[in-house]
């Protein structure tokens, strides 16, 4: 099964970007649906961004402005452009992706997604 890595994480000051990304470790992984999520710390998971294998682009609300969601499918990676960022930001962001499942008409919840990375910590300070 194909595993999902993501990088870019860190601690930014509030105002800062940063740009995340997620690569599938196995070259035949063909993602129909990938999606960012992020979990704050005792708060449930939430999704913030999706994109599925056409193109289509999907945002949680309050996250279209700020963040980007964008892949390079020659490469299997998925980034997220972040910008503007704000303390409440911070958390730990989780890339996923589905070979089967199509998120063409809006985010995801979690469950729609079989394959998760491990999470990169996103810190913004005030």
């Known amino acids: 099964q194909a595993q999902l890595v993501e990088s870019g994480g860190g601690s930014v000051q509030s105002g800062g970007s940063l740009r995340l990304s997620c690569v599938a470790s196995r070259d035949t992984f063909l993602g129909r649906c990938w999606a960012w999520f992020r979990q704050a710390p005792g708060k449930e998971r939430e999704v913030v961004a999706s994109?599925?294998?056409?193109?289509?682009?999907s945002y949680a609300n309050g996250m279209k402005g700020r963040f980007t969601i964008s892949q390079d499918t020659s490469k299997n990676t998925l980034f997220l452009q972040m910008t503007s960022l704000r303390p409440e930001d911070t958390a730990t962001y989780y890339c996923a992706a589905d070979s089967r499942r199509s998120c063409r008409f809006g985010t995801p919840p979690p469950s729609h997604l079989a394959t998760w990375g491990r999470g990169t910590q996103v810190t913004v300070s005030s």
């Open positions: 994109i599925n294998s056409d193109g289509t682009a």
